[in-house]
């Protein structure tokens, strides 16, 4: 019978063996792995074909949206083959754009971004930034051309963006503080050549206590602010305090979707401004919105939509005034949301617009009236039929 140290030295032996084995095995399977992807090589189409071609295939597989995902391109791709791999690594366009919705690696965020090499990059993030992406993204800040964050706590914006020419900031939770306006404005500060911006949820709290410094913006043309946020009862106001701290003499078009700003101070920027403006969209829930003196300061005007959530007769003369083209004689398509209007608002709207046949300068090509829960009879249906067959108008009316 063997003794109880020459088991241990037997077991030890088979276990040497055993891991030699394994080795031998991986080393096998490691050249297997090799010899597949050689072969994939000299059959692969892709791989026969110039760079440039190659290349161009891949770009037209990137979805609309890049994620950092190993089962999409263009992270896929590194996994086929190396002949893929090299491609894939080889084309910076593949990398110059990427949606963050999640915590990355460490260093992974620098990698994707470094094979982008120059190229102007696209980035949205649906995080905070922790100190590691903070610096990755200031490292490559001057080469940002499109940013969207989608954040909790804006503050952390202090990056200046040379090249930067369309940003979106939603805020989209945390607390209420002056300092989320006060980032926002700092990057605008930072990035000249913007052209388009839109500021969602910004919030302002007690907003009569910021004193506007006035930044003029000479490439914006395009901003949209959205709709503010309330906590219980109270309501933050940011429409106002964003347009007195804005000179913007290429805007083009603004989207307001809740404006709470003083019809004083909208004439204001609209007189500081004197913006070339095109395109207006508000929306209120104000029980007394602003009048409409505002509007004879952007006559270039082409499309108004003014969306009331709360039903108001205060605005009807001057809504009158616009459609009977003695306020913006270049519009050219209006509309009117939401608005629950009487008979006779309607009757008095139906002859402010046939009035319009009368000016040579009359350029409307089309008029929509929603009307949730408003009447709507037989008789008005049949003037707005009219209005449309003898103008040419293209007539939209009902409730919704």
Not at 1 to 10: K, Y
Not at 209 to 228: A, D, M, N, S
Not at 265 to 283: E, G, H, N
Request: hydrophobic share 40%.
């Amino acid at each position: 019978m063997s003794s109880v140290a020459e088991l241990v030295a037997r077991i030890e032996e088979i276990s040497c063996a055993i891991d030699r084995q394994k080795r031998v095995l991986a080393d096998l399977e490691t050249s297997r792995s090799n010899v597949r992807r050689d072969l994939n090589a000299l059959c692969d189409p892709i791989a026969r074909l110039p760079l440039e071609i190659s290349s161009n295939i891949f770009m037209k597989c990137l979805p609309k949206i890049s994620l950092p995902l190993l089962s999409s391109p263009p992270l896929l791709f590194l996994s086929v083959c190396h002949g893929w791999s090299d491609i894939a690594v080889s084309t910076a366009f593949l990398w110059s754009s990427l949606r963050v919705e999640s915590s990355l690696k460490q260093g992974f965020l620098e990698t994707w971004l470094a094979r982008a090499r120059s190229l102007p990059l696209d980035l949205s993030l649906s995080q905070d930034l922790d100190d590691s992406t903070r610096e990755v993204i200031k490292q490559y800040a001057h080469q940002v051309q499109f940013l969207q964050l989608a954040v909790h706590f804006p503050d952390e914006l202090g990056i200046r963006f040379p090249s930067l020419e369309r940003l979106t900031v939603l805020v989209v939770s945390g607390g209420f503080d002056e300092v989320y306006l006060d980032a926002c404005m700092e990057t605008l500060r930072h990035a000249p050549l913007l052209v388009q911006c839109e500021l969602v949820n910004i919030s302002v709290a007690e907003p009569h206590r910021i004193v506007p410094e006035c930044l003029t913006l000479p490439y914006l043309r395009h901003l949209r602010l959205g709709e503010q946020r309330s906590d219980g009862s109270v309501k933050y106001s940011t429409t106002s305090v964003i347009l007195r701290r804005l000179t913007l003499p290429a805007l083009e078009s603004l989207s307001i979707s809740e404006l709470d700003i003083p019809a004083d101070d909208l004439t204001s920027f609209f007189v500081r401004s004197s913006p070339p403006l095109q395109s207006l969209y508000i929306a209120t829930t104000e029980d007394h919105p602003p009048g409409m003196d505002f509007l004879y300061f952007i006559p270039g005007l082409t499309d108004f939509t003014m969306h009331f959530r709360h039903y108001t007769s205060r605005n009807m003369p001057g809504l009158e005034t616009i459609a009977s083209g003695r306020g913006l004689a270049q519009l050219r398509h209006f509309a009117i949301l939401g608005w629950s209007l009487s008979t006779t608002d309607q009757k008095s709207m139906l002859d402010a617009l046939s009035s319009r046949h009368t000016l040579d300068s009359d350029q409307l090509e089309s008029f929509r009236l929603i009307l949730p829960g408003g009447l709507l009879t037989e008789d008005l249906v049949r003037k707005w039929q009219g209005l449309a067959r003898d103008r040419g108008l293209d007539i939209y009316v009902g409730t919704s």
